[in-house]
């Protein structure tokens, strides 16, 4: 079934998430419910759950019938910290030249 979630995120998700910086990373499937972390951009953002209930959901859930539920899990991904580390040494994070 993750074969397919992928195919359908790549597909739908994906490149209208990479229109606003972000992405997702696929955590697990495990009894029909699909984990997620949104990333980049996206990671934090306060629209994450109404991106997660319009776009996400509903192209996985319309396309891969199998599927019971998908769910945003929260946190900060290790790409946002990096990010932040990098700020606080007094870098330039990568893609803010």
């Known amino acids: 079934m993750l074969d ?3 195919e359908v995120l790549e597909d ?4 209208n998430l990479a229109l606003h910086g972000g992405n997702i990373r696929s ?3 495990k009894d029909g419910v699909y984990r997620f972390q949104l990333t980049g951009q996206c990671a ?3 629209s994450a759950m ?11 859930l319309e396309s891969v019938p199998a599927l019971k539920d998908v769910v945003l899990v929260g946190g900060v991904s290790q790409e946002l910290l990096d ?4 700020i606080l040494r007094g870098e330039r994070p990568c893609g803010s030249e």
């Open 4 to 6: 397919r979630i992928e």
């Open 83 to 86: 990010q932040a580390k990098a």
């Open 27 to 29: 955590l697990d499937c």
């Open 12 to 15: 739908k998700v994906r490149p």
């Open 44 to 46: 934090g953002c306060p």
């Open 50 to 60: 109404l991106t997660t209930e319009n776009l996400i959901r509903s192209a996985l």
